[in-house]
């Protein structure tokens, strides 16, 4: 569903309202994400590609009950996992002003007041959500990350001796769990709406799982998202930062090693991500030349995790 049956649907959806602006949005290489404005209503569409059976409610619910716990995020309107409606499960949601590119927010001027301002708030928006006891979500689960990613590469069929070396030293060192809460699970740039005055939403709650909340903190210092920016965390803020905000707004005492083990984690995570939405256009399931695209980093996460097996630091 496409153009003008799309508009259509998305009137019939809003009580008739006028659909103008319709206009996908680039990004986004697992879902779609739309523009438009409802009776001048600014809004998005998220939605499940053609044939997709993941759906769309726990990432709703998930949304709700970050919203109640002051985490920011855009106001909900409605969702449903029903194809029938939009051609696919769907959340639309309001649409808030700001910029995701990573580029413009780490270099341009408009953000420069900002940028020494987000790693303090990542910080304190990730107390918020860890807070919330998990069990108030209905459906959230979790695994052991280790296991679901070697069981990923294992079905890859491919040979990447600096991952394996990846996983060796993350069991031999693997830190005991600090705690079991609901964890966001990809938040980083292009996940996060940043304005002149700082952070104002979180996105893509898609990969939300129960789990160690460690995860969030040592995803966001990953070095994929520095975007050759020096700061460690997103490019645009220290260590130090993340962890005053996180611990200043309730969050648990960070150990420093343990958030190490947990960013060491995500680089190799990442870099099998790639594996695997380079695979999904390969394969044919989602033709894509952005997944394609992705699957060249590869090699780059294999560089940076050989750099924190030998000095600790990517």
Not at 298 to 303: G, I
């Amino acid at each position: 569903m496409q153009g003008d049956e799309l508009r259509e649907a998305l009137s019939r959806l809003l009580d008739g309202a006028t659909i103008e602006g319709l206009q996908r949005l680039s990004g986004g290489a697992s879902r779609e994400t739309w523009s438009f404005d409802a009776d001048g209503d600014p809004l998005i569409l998220r939605r499940d590609p053609p044939g997709s059976p993941k759906g769309m409610a726990l990432e709703f619910r998930l949304l709700s009950t970050a919203a109640k716990a002051g985490v920011p995020v855009p106001p909900l309107v409605t969702a449903s996992d029903d194809p029938a409606v939009l051609g696919a499960a769907f959340i639309v949601m309001g649409r808030i002003e700001g910029e995701t590119i990573a580029r413009r927010i780490l270099r341009d001027d408009e953000f420069a007041e900002a940028r020494p301002k987000l790693a303090g708030q990542c910080g304190e928006v990730l107390a918020k959500l860890h807070a919330v006891d998990p069990d108030e979500v209905e459906g959230l689960e979790g695994d052991d990350p280790i296991e679901r990613y070697r069981e990923v590469l294992d079905q890859s069929g491919e040979p990447h001796p600096a991952f394996e070396l990846g996983f060796k030293w993350l069991e031999a060192n693997r830190p005991d769990k600090t705690a079991d809460t609901i964890v966001h699970g990809d938040f980083r740039h292009g996940n996060l709406i940043i304005g002149p005055d700082g952070l104002r939403a979180v996105l893509d709650w898609e990969l939300g799982h129960r789990g160690d909340p460690m995860e969030d903190l040592g995803w966001l210092c990953a070095k994929a998202w520095r975007f050759g920016a020096a700061p460690p965390v997103g490019g645009f803020g220290t260590y130090d930062q993340l962890i005053e905000g996180y611990e200043s707004a309730g969050g648990r005492p960070v150990d420093r090693e343990v958030l190490r083990w947990w960013e060491t984690l995500g680089v190799l995570k990442w870099g099998i991500m790639c594996i695997m939405q380079a695979m999904a256009h390969t394969t044919g399931m989602v033709r894509s030349v952005e997944l394609a695209a992705i699957g060249r980093r590869v090699c780059e996460n294999e560089w940076d995790l050989m750099n924190m097996l030998r000095t600790g630091a990517a």
